[in-house]
Structures are given as structure tokens and as C-alpha cells.
């Protein structure tokens, strides 16, 4: 299996098999490029593409049924049936381009929470989340390779963050939260309401404008000091960091308050919590500014890394591998 996700200039690759990582790198295209360069339509491998989330549309449902026999893969397909249906008539699907996937989560049988839907009986609910490729996406796939590569069984496309929004609700126990992926040419915030994505915002605030900063100041090596201890920090390096992380750290609050996602568990992706520097004067200024604190949330905790270091910003090609 190969899983390719979409960085905006460049592809990063991973080659997986055998349930460890092959091996990993950068294919430095755009999207399109690769896509062109690369027949996939063919292709008798499975290919995974983690795409950037404007790409998608996502559709949720809450069900609420009394079932008087065992529930089976009929009745959801059933159900699935009756809700493609209904954005079709109600939005018109020219609108939403193709369907991908679907997803069953928050499940109660009986009023009791369960991990599993299929094979219980009486009153159910759940919700259900309905995955478009948009009609925009769909249409620039078929301009740049036809309808081979949608019509491929062995393409799976999924929105990037896709299996992180699953893995945080359920280790929050939240369906509301916001992650704030710091990667290193911006700065995305993405809303999550209800388990699905409901606002997306990605400016250029990324950790290579602090990086930047301390060079401007000719204090590069401050920069590095943050992630290593073993480099010696004076009173003058201790002053220079301080400025320079407060100063990117209230630009980067301010854009969270005006994204208004500052009622919710905020939770900070990124290279950056390995500096407990940046965390603790990112949580005293939210603090003020804001109130509250952010989790900086590290992968290495509680998801399996299949004997390969991953970077703090691949987070979502992780809890994707966790998810299969």
C-alpha cells in the first residue's frame, strides 16, 4: 500500500507493507504534477491519497429507530440509500460531486453507549457522516487523468485529517473541538462540530515564520535551543526567545479568536509541542487573552508508530495506519 498526502507544493510518499513502513519521501510536485506524471487509473495497488479538506463536503445524519431484529449491512444500506437520495433531491448532487465513504460513530443501543451497530436490536441511534469529493475536485481529477483514477477500487480518497477528528472525539469524548495544525508553511484551523468538520481556515503562520523571526534578529541558534537542551541558553538567548515566541504566539491567538473557535477544546498539532517553552507561553497568553488552556497533543502517547519516527506534522498519515 502506498499512502501519498497532498502538502500543497510537494507529495509526501509512504510505502507500507507488512504492517511497517518501507520507507518515506518527498515528492517535490504539486498535486497536479504527480497526478499527471503518475498513471494510477491502471494501478492494481492499493493507493491512498490524504487530500486537503476544502476538497470535500461532508453531510451528517442523526438516526433514531426501533429496530425489532438484529441490525445487519442490509438495514445500513438501507439507510445510506435514503440519504444519498435525499441530498440529491434536496441539494441537487451536481452541487456535491461524487460520493466517497461513509462513517457511523456515537452509537446507542438502548441508551447505552456501544462501539458496535451491527448485530443489536432495539432503540437505536447514531449518526452517520456522508464523504463527497466536490464537484470543483471531481472535475479538476477527470480534466487532469479522465474518470479512471475516481473509478479505480484500489484509489481510496479520504479529507487529510479524517482519521485524527476520529481518533480525538474519542479520546476527548467530545464531538467539539478545534485542531490547530502549526506546520511549517502555515497555520490551519479546523472546527470540528457535532464529529465533522464544519469551518476550515489555513493562513501563512506557519512555524517557519517564528523560525524567521529569530533570524531577523540574527538569533537562529535561540530557535534551535528551543528544541534541544543540549544547547546552552544565556540570559540574552532566554530574552531573545521570549519575545520572539510571544510575539508569533499572540499572532497566532489572535487568528484563533477571529476564527471564533475559542469556545471549544482547542488542541495543537505540531512540531512545536516539543518545546515546552512554546507550550507554556502559548497556554499563558490563551489564558489571558482568551481563557482556558490547549492540550498539545504528542502522537508517540497512545498511537502505534509501526517502527518508523514520524514527524509531528504527519500526524494524519498516523492515526490513518492506526485506523486500519
Known amino acids: 500500500m502506498k499512502i501519498y498526502q497532498d502538502r500543497l507544493n510537494s507529495i509526501l510518499q509512504i510505502n507500507f507493507r507488512n504492517k511497517k513502513v518501507c520507507n518515506k519521501k518527498i515528492i517535490n510536485n504539486n498535486f497536479d504534477e504527480f497526478i499527471v506524471k503518475n498513471d494510477f487509473g491502471d494501478n492494481k495497488e492499493l493507493n491512498v491519497f490524504l487530500l486537503d ?13 426501533n429496530f ?37 460513530y456515537d452509537i446507542y443501543i ?38 479512471k483514477i475516481l473509478e479505480n477500487k484500489n484509489i ?18 467530545k464531538y467539539n473541538f478545534s485542531l490547530l495544525y502549526i506546520m ?10 457535532g464529529g465533522i468538520i464544519s469551518d476550515i481556515s489555513s493562513i501563512s ?6 523560525k524567521n523571526i529569530f533570524k531577523d534578529q540574527g538569533a537562529i541558534n535561540c530557535y534551535y535551543s528551543c528544541f534541544d537542551k543540549n544547547i546552552e541558553q544565556t540570559f540574552y538567548s532566554q530574552k531573545i ?20 473557535c475559542y469556545n471549544n477544546s482547542n488542541i495543537i498539532l505540531s512540531k512545536l509541542n516539543q518545546s515546552q517553552k512554546f507550550i507554556d507561553i502559548f497556554n499563558d497568553i490563551y489564558n489571558k487573552k482568551i481563557g482556558g488552556y490547549i492540550l498539545a497533543y504528542n ?19 498516523v492515526t490513518y495506519l492506526n485506523s486500519i
Open 53 to 65: 479538506e476544502n476538497r470535500f463536503n461532508y453531510f451528517s445524519y442523526l438516526i433514531n429507530e
Open 68 to 104: 425489532t431484529s438484529r441490525i445487519t449491512i442490509k438495514h445500513i444500506k438501507k439507510i445510506l440509500k435514503s440519504k444519498i437520495n435525499e441530498i440529491e433531491t434536496d441539494i441537487n448532487i451536481d452541487k456535491n460531486g461524487i460520493f466517497l465513504f461513509y462513517h457511523i
Open 241 to 260: 526567545i521570549d519575545y520572539s515566541l510571544e510575539f508569533y504566539v499572540k499572532t497566532l491567538i489572535k487568528r484563533i479568536k477571529e476564527q471564533g
Open 205 to 210: 503562520l506557519g512555524y517557519d515564520l517564528l
Open 184 to 193: 511549517e508553511n502555515n497555520f490551519k484551523i479546523l472546527n470540528i462540530t
Open 156 to 173: 481510496k480518497i479520504y479529507p487529510s485529517s479524517f482519521c485524527t477528528i476520529n481518533h480525538m472525539y474519542k479520546k476527548l469524548s
Open 299 to 317: 502522537y508517540g502517547d497512545d498511537l502505534e508508530t509501526f517502527g518508523y519516527k514520524f514527524k509531528y506534522d504527519e500526524i494524519d498519515i
Open 110 to 147: 438502548n441508551g447505552e453507549y456501544s462501539k458496535y451497530l451491527i448485530g443489536n436490536e432495539g432503540s437505536i441511534s447514531f449518526k452517520i457522516i456522508l464523504i463527497y469529493l466536490n464537484l470543483e475536485s471531481t472535475n479538476h481529477f477527470k480534466f487532469l487523468c479522465g474518470n
